[in-house]
Each structure stands twice: as structure tokens, then as C-alpha cells.
């Protein structure tokens, strides 16, 4: 019999790079179809199988499942020579990319997104976001602006180099004039991205009326966000944000998909919070501490190779993250990173002025004057790694979890302790299971 149908989304609970890679993965065993709805190639999913290591920057991560459809929705903006770098990867391995599919609606971007991307944020000096560099701002201004090109235009030729030539002619203004750069050659950016549709046409698609016939056909979808929460463009830590809306609502925009076709949204925040680029964050240990969460962690960038910037775990973070996506559960990731420490903390509150404060402010600006109110708790001083259910958990490992799910008012579902597939225990289906887990009292 046909399991009850399910279409979940899976986002990231901080500030990007939770892991959402890892559980994408996992949890791609009982999907048929995985869709990206958001983002670029700024995002970085690594995947660990079998001792090898993916790093996937558009491709969603169910490409390592043969039978698993994978889809590239109409909110991702698409550069198309990184994407084919990527299938070069991915098909060297072994993994057909057939069923990769790219929405027609999906914008595409051009050099002189990256350049300008480039350029701006040097212009910036210390007002910059510490963006990856990828052209995702320029491009998703682009769409706004209507002046952007998308996949659509991309395959037809006509289209295309009336497009480049359109939009090559009035950038170059912009690049000579603001930027002191060289401008671009209209033709050769033509010659180059005909080569790039070439080799992309196969895959583009009608991608909202294909996952809608999925649905129909009573086919689980899973919708993987990238970058996470805090890098919303609306719900994040404006203007320290990322371009696009990671949040489980911009599933629906990002595909063309009515809300009431989802199920469940699943969260995924690591045992400790990260940060890459600039802004505010409040439980940012610049000692030893964060040191050792960074080594532990190797936590450096999969796109960028940046170094993360690293803290404590941040519950106030986390309950905003849990509101602003309609969290059904959690998956807590790198619990394993905090095995050597011998105490915790736990941000259970910020100190804005003063006066204490549960709920995330909405501006950054305040959200720089807040100061952490922690609790400690005891740490395990013994490895995870190899625990494989809930009663293999050191006691003090299975309270600190306990005491995230009860500060966040989530159930934690998976618990993640090592980055390949077999190192997570499973605590409650987060598919099918109850809504109320284990670790929630
Ligand atoms: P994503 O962008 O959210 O997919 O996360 P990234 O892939 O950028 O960063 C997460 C990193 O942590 C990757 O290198 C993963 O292989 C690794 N990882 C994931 N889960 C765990 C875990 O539970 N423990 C440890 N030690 N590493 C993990
Ligand atoms: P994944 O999907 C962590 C950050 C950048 C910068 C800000 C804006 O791997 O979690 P952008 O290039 O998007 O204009 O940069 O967003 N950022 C990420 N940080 N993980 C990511 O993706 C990120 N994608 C963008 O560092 O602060
Ligand atoms: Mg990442």
C-alpha cells in the first residue's frame, strides 16, 4: 500500500550551513521528487555517502538517489556555468543527472551580476554584507527590476541575443561609469551562454505544473531551502541578508505550489549557531570557545572557504525560527562538535538595554545592542559519535537536547552526530510520524 502522502519542507533554523545538506539527503529516502525553491550557487550542501563527499551548490541534494526526481524551481537563480561544473561532478561520480529538471521561470545569472556583486561590495567598504561574491543580489535585483533573463530566454537564441545585447549595452554604462571597470563584449557573452543552453535545454521545464502533476499523482515532494532563516530578505537580519526568502514560505512562491498542498516543515539547526559575512550575532564567542566550535566543526565555508564565525546556541534564534516557518520539528545537527566541552551554554534570552527580551527583534540594529542571557548547562566530556538511539546518548547530552526542545517548544525528530548518513538517530519519523516527539515534554 501507497504511504499517506507527504510534501515537506526542509529549512535551515539560523544563519545557513545547519546541515540541511545531511538531513536533505536523508530524509530524499522517501521522497520522490526534491525541489529547490530559492538561492544560488551562494549555497553549500555537502553530502557525505559512503565515506565521499558531495558538495552541491544548485543541484538538489536527492540527485544521489537514482530514482529520485530532482527539480531546480522558479525562485533559484541559476548561473549556468557553475551549474554545468556541478553536473560535470555529479555525472563523474557515476550519478545520472537526467532527472534534474530546471524551471523555464528560473532567472539566470550573467557576468555582470558577478561583477557588479564584486564591485558593490567593495564600493560598500564598511557597510558590506560579505556576500560569497556568486552575482546573487544583482541577479535577484534583476528580477525585480524586470530587466533579468530567465531560463526560458535563455534556451531560445533569438530571444537570448536580443536580450544580451539589451542588457550588455545598459550594465555597461553602469560598469564603466559607477565601477571604473572594463565593460563587456555583448557577442562573446552571447556565444558563451548559447553554449551554456545548449547543454541545459534538455533539462528546463514547466517545473510548477510538474510538481503539481506530481502531487497529483500522490508523489512525496520535499522542497530543500538553502542559506536559512536569519539570511531571510524580509524575515532576516536586514540589510545582512541574502537576496532571496529561505523561509518555508518561500516554497510556495519559490514553485508555484498553494500552501495547502504542504504537510510538514521541518527545521534544522546545528547544537551550537555559526555565522558567515558580516552583521550582528549575539552569542558569537570570539575565544576559545568559538575556536574550538570552529575546529571541531571545520567550520569554514563550502562555497567560499570563509572562515564561520562561531557561538553558543541562540533559543531565541531558534523560537523565531520555529514561528516564522510553522516548524513541525527540528532536526539538531553536530550535537558530536560539543563532546570535549565541559559545560554549555544556552542563550534563553537577550538583554536589550536593560530589559529582557524573549522574542528576536525584527532590526538589526537593535538586535546589535542585545547581550545573551545563558543558561549553563553540563557538558558530556565523552564522544556521540557512535550513538546510534536516544539511550545511547550520554545523560547530559539527552538534557541539553531536552532543554532546546522545551526553549524552542518544538520536537526535536532527528538528531545528527557525524556528517555521514548512518551517524543520526532517528527519534521520531518527521514525516509520518506524530507531531509531538520524543524530546518533548
Ligand atoms: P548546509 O549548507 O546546511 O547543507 O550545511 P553545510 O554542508 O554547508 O555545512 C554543514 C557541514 O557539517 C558539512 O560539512 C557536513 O558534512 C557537516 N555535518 C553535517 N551534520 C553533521 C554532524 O552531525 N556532525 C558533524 N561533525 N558534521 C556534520
Ligand atoms: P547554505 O545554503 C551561509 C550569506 C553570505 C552573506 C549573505 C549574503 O550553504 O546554508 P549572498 O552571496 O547570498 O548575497 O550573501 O548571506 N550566505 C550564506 N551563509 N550559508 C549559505 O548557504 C549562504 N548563502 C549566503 O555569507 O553573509
Ligand atoms: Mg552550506
Known sequence: MRRPLANVIVIGAQWGDEGKGKITDLLSKSADV????????????????????FKLHLIPSGILYPD????????????????IEELDQVEALGISTAKLMISQAAHVTMPYHRMIDKASEERRGSQKIGTTGRGIGPTYADKS???????IDLINPDRLKE??????NYKNVILEKLYNLSPLDAEAVVKEYLEYADRLRPHVIDASLNIYNAIQERRNILFEGAQGTLLDL???TYPYVTSSNPVAGGACVGTGIGPTMIDRVIGVA????????EGPFPTEAKDEVGELLGDRGAEFGTTTGRKRRCGWFDGVIGRYAVRINGMDCMAITKLDVLDELDEIKVCVAYDMEGERCEDFPSSSIQLAKCKPIYETLPGWQQSTVDCRTLEDLPKQALDYLRFLAELMNVPIAIVSLGAS???????????????????YS
Open 163 to 168: 536580450q544580451v545585447h539589451w542588457t550588455v
Open 234 to 236: 524580509d524575515h532576516g
Open 145 to 151: 527590476e524586470r530587466t533579468g533573463i530567465r531560463m
Open 421 to 439: 548518513r548512518d551517524q543520526t538517530i532517528v527519534v521520531e519519523d518527521p514525516i509520518h510520524g506524530p507531531k509531538r516527539g520524543l524530546l
Open 68 to 83: 529520485t526526481e530532482c527539480i531546480i524551481g522558479s525562485g533559484t537563480v541559476i548561473d549556468p556555468k557553475v551549474l
Open 270 to 277: 546545528k547544537a551550537y549557531t555559526t555565522r558567515v559575512g
Open 34 to 53: 526534491v525541489v529547490r525553491y530559492q538561492g544560488g550557487v551562494n549555497a553549500g550542501h555537502t553530502v557525505v555517502v559512503e565515506g565521499q563527499t
